[in-house]
């Protein structure tokens, strides 16, 4: 028995993932064709979070989405936030449909910045399906040593 069952023995691009939430109350990890919800099927942006010593940069893998379809807040003082949606695709009563496998709907994830960023100074930008955030950093403030004369 196999953890991964395929639809078609045959065809080596025929796998389908395993879910082990399958059946449980909260849903499944897995998008169906058969789902209805336009928003279940979007798992979300892949994002990377690293620190340079001038700035935080966050890389968010979106294919397919244009920049008009993605959004890029700070909220709260500290907290970045970046969202957005993928409509899903019209479907005619004529099409047959053999596999449907790329997601839809919306997402959004937030990351609270520490407080050395400079959030009135956030700068994103989108290439090839990659949307770049550049958050800048304070710079680090060098202690102020101030030597004291010790008396007696």
Do not use: C, Y
């Amino acid at each position: 028995m196999s953890l991964i069952p395929r639809s078609n023995v045959f065809d080596p691009f025929s796998l389908d993932l395993f879910d082990p939430f399958d059946g449980f109350p909260f849903g499944s990890l897995v998008p169906r064709a058969s789902s209805s919800s336009e928003t279940a099927a979007f798992a979300g942006a892949r994002i990377d979070w690293k620190e340079t010593p001038e700035a935080h940069v966050f890389k968010a893998d979106v294919p397919g989405l244009k920049k008009e379809e993605v959004k890029v807040e700070v909220q709260d003082g500290n907290v970045l936030q970046i969202s957005g949606e993928r409509s899903k695709e019209q479907e005619e009563k004529t099409d047959t449909w053999h596999r449907v496998e790329r997601s839809s709907g919306k997402f959004m994830r937030r990351f609270r910045l520490p407080d050395n960023a400079k959030v009135e100074q956030v700068k994103a930008a989108m290439e090839n399906g990659v949307l770049t955030v550049t958050v800048p950093k304070e710079e680090a403030k060098k202690p102020d040593v101030k030597s004291i004369q010790i008396s007696g």
